[in-house]
């Protein structure tokens, strides 16, 4: 990070990134809580998890804050209005990753202790170690300003999307085996959808922080794209709160 002649402008963008960082430690905690919580059938914690979301939103509305009144003080110009911009970007995803592990929580609460094929789980916590993965390494290139290590992580996400290809076949075979299994698939399939939607979220920051170190967006459209056929049903289309 440039060095200011306002050393309180310094302050300023320290206490952003460290904003930042605690955001995304949380963030990381809760995705990680969620999937044990699921895979135990732990609602205790399904529940801790839920309760978290709140420190989670009230970090990012401190950050928020915090960024306009440095741009409002300071009016910065090209690296430092980047900086401030950024936060507030990632703020934003970072809060979204909240919410989505959130949903897999009280999913979680509302199957209880009626989870049934266990096995059928085995694939979702593989997506959410790969997500998981995802989100550490973007934080590290947010904390780095590592270009390249945010480009591989853009790059990476089509690894999840392929998983939840894999985990959507694998839950509609367990629902195919025994309609007793149908209510309990349903909800790994908005979970997996969550999870997908995680990796989305840690892919937005990676753009984010290419564009704060380089001044250059990535391109709108991603390496990746789901064939016209694809007959899945979109679960965040429908509904994936309770």
């Avoid at 995304?24 to 609602?43: R, S």
């Avoid at 947010?142 to 999307?161: G, T």
């Amino acid at each position: 990070m440039v060095e200011h002649t306002i050393k309180a402008f310094d302050r300023e963008l320290d206490a952003l990134e460290r904003r930042i960082a605690e955001m995304g430690g949380v963030a990381e905690k809760m995705v990680i809580d969620a999937m044990d919580a699921l895979a135990n059938a732990d609602t205790v914690l399904a529940h801790q998890v839920v309760a978290t979301d709140l420190r989670l939103d009230a970090l990012q509305r401190e950050i928020e804050d915090m960024a306009v009144m440095t741009i409002a003080r300071r009016q910065p110009v090209a690296v430092d209005l980047r900086e401030l911009i950024g936060t507030i970007r990632i703020a934003g995803d970072l809060e979204r990753i909240g919410d989505l592990a959130k949903n897999i929580a009280k999913r979680t609460v509302k199957v209880g202790s009626d989870a049934r094929v266990p096995r059928a789980i085995i694939g979702l916590k593989h997506m959410n170690e790969v997500a998981t993965e995802l989100l550490k390494d973007v934080l590290d290139a947010y904390a780095q300003r590592d270009e390249e290590r945010a480009r591989e992580v853009w790059q990476r996400d089509v690894d999840l999307d392929e998983l939840e290809d894999s985990v959507f076949r694998d839950v509609l075979t367990h629902m195919m085996e025994d309609p007793r299994n149908i209510s309990f698939c349903a909800h790994l399939l908005f979970c997996s959808k969550n999870i997908e939607r995680i990796g989305d979220h840690a892919t937005n920051i990676a753009e984010t922080v290419i564009y704060l170190v380089s001044g250059r967006s990535m391109p709108s459209e991603r390496p990746h794209t789901r064939p016209e056929g694809d007959a899945r049903i979109d679960m965040g289309a429908a509904g994936g709160d309770l």
